[in-house]
């Protein structure tokens, strides 16, 4: 247990502590990062008074408070202010029934040594990662998969079947991992294992069912109420809270809300980027709105410049991912996480707001298709390009449009053409990809096809059919929030805020938040040509005119700029025909055309690019690295 506890000592650098069962063999162990009760008595594996049930565990319960008196009232007795004990005792009390009574984000282990069973949950929304390996009934879980190979119990192995999909969608959908053997707990799900035999269930799926009782301004009060609540609830701490602030209406709406409950100013941090890196990229002045915003509301503001230096500090941040995640953005998450925790310990971010409430840009086209047949049609698709196209040459010709944006915009509605004569649930799969079948085709090797066994989009299908009779809004948003946020977005965000031991928190992914959104109709979340239409109208009172104007702006980075640049001997030697023909698992010439391409303007293949780096950087500093030292550090 020593070598797994010591792989993950930065999700809890301030205790640690193992537990064994004297007859069972079942070994629970713990890192904290104390933000609640920070004595002694938070120490974990917590157990109850006569030592029968003990709980490990990673997360913030934020109904803590009522289930702690609930639980008074039916004769437990706690001894320490930990929201911890609430799982211990909330076992006892509800066995398997327990994750469904949490708002939280949570990932636990609880054991009753009286009747042999082990529960281990996943919160609902997957803001807490959970990974697991299950070898003739034997069964290891683990916040990070490195604890898994630090303990020896589990191999370091690429899983080449689940390729396609991480090419695909730069990220890999859960249950599956690109580590042979180790598989994710998806969100909103259990496992209870008992004398060997383990079975994996859903406790919670989110319900789409608007509620048409409620008129507009309802639906609104509701939203707002949900939201002050909701920060409330995540305010509460024994350590500084700070707040990730972009400038933009969801971070500023956190601010705003923060403003109200706190009297003392509240420290924000932020990223900038070099002007000559970000002349490619959406939004290179999004610091400045941010500033703006601390200014507005009297919060201390604090900002980070991101360089290409960051190049020296991709080994250490895909170790600290544990699977590859293609997305820049986890470099700005890990560089303003670790300037914060000098100040904080808990930062409360926007995650979640765009996937519930209609705010990317994917909802809209999807409601578009939908709503005009037409586009399903050669000529419709036509246009769709031809509109892509005048996007591209606009960006940075024409103002407010830079080049990042016009070659985004570029993008999706290439896709959206693509699959413009598409069943609308291929569509809706199909509108965040970065390879099509054919192209996927052209790139892996013959040897890597022989192990892929189901389609790259297999797993979003599966969620699609649950909500077919849906409308695209609601679909999209549904997937989204299932598969996106999840495996995307919350994955970056926890592992790069805990490798610097900063606990990140997601007011609007609060369960009460959700269920407001959940029984919203579609025209309240995309209204007209305005996106999140209900959250711009709850925060209205609260915020001034030049952020509610604002379109929405990426979390990216500059990788466009950086791989022609500072990252182009980086990209021929990890990805040179030599080292590809060696890997086998792509074809060396399909992966020289595309820097080629991309180098000389013929086509954007930056993500694409970013994700082979990504993957290449990744097998050498996880899968061929020491799994108990922190890589790159």
Same mark, same amino acid.
């Given at each position: 247990?020593g070598?797994?506890?010591r792989?993950?000592e930065?999700r809890?650098?301030?205790?640690?502590g193992?537990?064994?069962?004297?007859?069972?063999g079942?070994?629970?162990?713990?890192?904290?990062?104390?933000? =609640?009760?920070?004595?002694?008595? +938070?120490?974990?594996p917590? +157990?109850?008074?006569?030592?029968?049930?003990w709980v490990?565990?990673?997360g913030?319960?934020?109904?803590?408070?009522?289930?702690?008196?609930?639980?008074?009232?039916?004769?437990?007795?706690?001894a320490?202010n930990?929201? $911890?004990?609430?799982?211990?005792?909330?076992f006892?009390?509800?066995?398997?029934?327990?994750? #469904?009574?949490l708002?939280?984000?949570?990932?636990?282990?609880?054991?009753?040594?009286?009747?042999?069973?082990?529960? =281990?949950?996943?919160d609902?929304? +997957?803001?807490?990662?959970l990974?697991?390996?299950?070898?003739?009934?034997?069964l290891?879980?683990?916040?990070?998969?490195?604890?898994?190979?630090?303990?020896?119990?589990?191999?370091?192995?690429?899983?080449?079947?689940?390729?396609?999909?991480?090419?695909?969608?730069?990220? $890999?959908?859960?249950?599956?991992?690109?580590?042979?053997?180790?598989l994710?707990?998806p969100?909103?799900?259990?496992?209870?294992w008992?004398?060997?035999i383990?079975q994996?269930?859903?406790?919670?799926?989110?319900?789409?069912?608007?509620?048409?009782?409620?008129?507009?301004?309802?639906?609104?009060?509701a939203?707002r109420?949900a939201?002050?609540?909701?920060v409330?609830?995540?305010?509460?701490?024994?350590?500084?809270?700070g707040?990730?602030?972009?400038?933009?209406?969801?971070? $500023?709406?956190?601010?705003?809300l923060?403003a109200?409950?706190?009297?003392?100013?509240?420290?924000?941090?932020?990223?900038?980027f070099?002007?000559?890196?970000?002349?490619?990229?959406q939004?290179p002045?999004?610091?400045?709105?941010a500033?703006?915003?601390?200014e507005?509301?009297?919060?201390?503001y604090?900002?980070?410049?991101?360089?290409?230096?960051?190049?020296?500090? #991709?080994?250490?941040?895909l170790w600290h991912?544990?699977?590859?995640?293609?997305?820049?953005a986890?470099?700005?998450?890990?560089?303003?996480?670790?300037?914060?925790?000098?100040?904080?310990?808990?930062?409360?971010t926007?995650?979640?707001?765009?996937?519930?409430?209609?705010?990317?840009?994917?909802?809209q086209?999807?409601?578009l &298709?939908e709503?005009?047949p037409?586009?399903?049609?050669?000529?419709?698709?036509?246009?769709?390009?031809?509109i892509?196209?005048?996007?591209?040459?606009?960006?940075g010709?024409?103002?407010?449009?830079?080049r990042?944006?016009?070659m985004?915009?570029?993008?999706?509605?290439?896709?959206?053409a693509?699959?413009?004569e598409?069943?609308?649930?291929?569509?809706?799969?199909?509108?965040r990809?970065?390879?099509t079948?054919? &192209?996927?085709?052209?790139?892996?090797?013959?040897?890597a096809?022989a192990?892929?066994t189901?389609?790259?989009?297999?797993?979003?299908l599966?969620?699609?059919a649950?909500?077919a009779?849906?409308g695209?809004?609601?679909?999209?948003?549904?997937?989204d929030t299932?598969?996106?946020?999840?495996e995307?977005?919350?994955?970056?965000?926890?592992?790069?805020?805990?490798?610097?031991?900063?606990?990140?928190r997601?007011?609007?992914l609060?369960l009460?938040?959700?269920?407001?959104?959940?029984?919203m109709?579609?025209g309240?979340?995309?209204h007209?040509?305005?996106?999140?239409?209900?959250?711009?109208?709850?925060?209205?009172a609260?915020?001034?005119?030049?952020?509610?104007?604002?379109r929405k702006?990426?979390?990216?980075?500059?990788?466009?700029q950086?791989?022609?640049?500072?990252?182009?001997?980086?990209?021929?030697?990890?990805?040179?025909?030599?080292?590809?023909?060696?890997?086998?698992?792509?074809?060396?010439?399909?992966?020289?055309?595309?820097?080629q391409?991309?180098?000389?303007g013929?086509?954007?293949h930056?993500?694409r690019?970013w994700?082979?780096?990504?993957?290449e #950087?990744?097998?050498?500093?996880v899968?061929?690295?020491?799994?108990?030292?922190?890589?790159? &550090?």
């Amino acid at each position: 247990m020593g070598p797994a506890l010591r792989a993950i000592e930065h999700r809890g650098p301030d205790d640690s502590g193992t537990y064994a069962s004297p007859s069972t063999g079942v070994v629970l162990g713990n890192r904290r990062l104390a933000i =609640i009760d920070l004595s002694s008595a +938070g120490h974990m594996p917590m +157990g109850n008074e006569d030592g029968s049930v003990w709980v490990t565990y990673n997360g913030e319960i934020y109904n803590a408070p009522a289930l702690r008196a609930e639980l008074e009232a039916r004769g437990h007795a706690f001894a320490s202010n930990a929201d $911890t004990e609430v799982l211990v005792h909330g076992f006892e009390e509800w066995g398997s029934e327990l994750p #469904l009574r949490l708002n939280g984000m949570f990932a636990f282990g609880a054991w009753n040594e009286r009747t042999g069973e082990l529960l =281990i949950a996943r919160d609902h929304l +997957g803001i807490k990662p959970l990974y697991y390996r299950e070898d003739a009934g034997a069964l290891v879980f683990a916040s990070e998969a490195k604890s898994l190979f630090a303990g020896g119990l589990a191999g370091q192995v690429l899983n080449v079947a689940a390729l396609p999909k991480y090419l695909t969608y730069l990220w $890999t959908p859960a249950p599956e991992t690109l580590i042979e053997g180790v598989l994710k707990l998806p969100p909103g799900h259990l496992i209870e294992w008992r004398n060997g035999i383990t079975q994996v269930r859903e406790y919670w799926d989110l319900r789409l069912e608007p509620d048409a009782a409620l008129r507009e301004h309802e639906h609104i009060e509701a939203l707002r109420d949900a939201l002050v609540d909701s920060v409330r609830r995540q305010l509460r701490s024994d350590v500084p809270v700070g707040l990730l602030l972009s400038g933009g209406l969801d971070s $500023t709406g956190l601010l705003a809300l923060v403003a109200r409950e706190r009297t003392e100013p509240v420290d924000c941090f932020t990223i900038a980027f070099r002007a000559e890196d970000a002349v490619l990229e959406q939004c290179p002045d999004e610091h400045k709105y941010a500033r703006r915003a601390a200014e507005h509301f009297g919060a201390r503001y604090h900002e980070t410049i991101v360089a290409p230096h960051v190049a020296d500090l #991709l080994p250490k941040l895909l170790w600290h991912l544990d699977e590859p995640i293609a997305d820049p953005a986890a470099i700005n998450t890990y560089l303003i996480s670790e300037a914060a925790r000098e100040l904080v310990t808990v930062l409360l971010t926007g995650q979640g707001a765009d996937e519930l409430f209609g705010g990317y840009r994917v909802h809209q086209l999807l409601q578009l &298709a939908e709503r005009h047949p037409w586009l399903g049609s050669t000529a419709g698709a036509g246009a769709l390009r031809a509109i892509g196209n005048a996007g591209a040459w606009a960006g940075g010709k024409v103002p407010g449009i830079s080049r990042g944006l016009g070659m985004g915009g570029q993008r999706v509605l290439a896709e959206l053409a693509a699959l413009a004569e598409a069943d609308p649930a291929v569509r809706a799969a199909g509108m965040r990809t970065h390879y099509t079948p054919a &192209a996927l085709d052209e790139l892996l090797s013959d040897d890597a096809k022989a192990h892929i066994t189901e389609g790259a989009n297999a797993r979003h299908l599966e969620r699609l059919a649950r909500v077919a009779s849906q409308g695209a809004v609601s679909q999209a948003s549904y997937l989204d929030t299932k598969m996106f946020l999840p495996e995307l977005n919350l994955a970056y965000c926890d592992k790069m805020s805990m490798a610097a031991s900063i606990e990140s928190r997601v007011p609007y992914l609060d369960l009460e938040v959700v269920r407001v959104a959940a029984a919203m109709p579609s025209g309240l979340k995309i209204h007209g040509r305005t996106r999140k239409y209900a959250l711009r109208c709850a925060l209205d009172a609260d915020l001034p005119d030049w952020v509610l104007a604002r379109r929405k702006a990426g979390f990216g980075a500059p990788i466009r700029q950086w791989l022609k640049t500072d990252l182009a001997a980086m990209v021929d030697d990890l990805l040179s025909e030599e080292t590809v023909r060696r890997r086998g698992v792509f074809r060396p010439e399909a992966v020289t055309r595309m820097i080629q391409e991309d180098r000389s303007g013929v086509a954007d293949h930056a993500f694409r690019l970013w994700a082979l780096l990504t993957l290449e #950087l990744w097998q050498r500093s996880v899968l061929e690295g020491d799994p108990g030292q922190r890589r790159g &550090a």
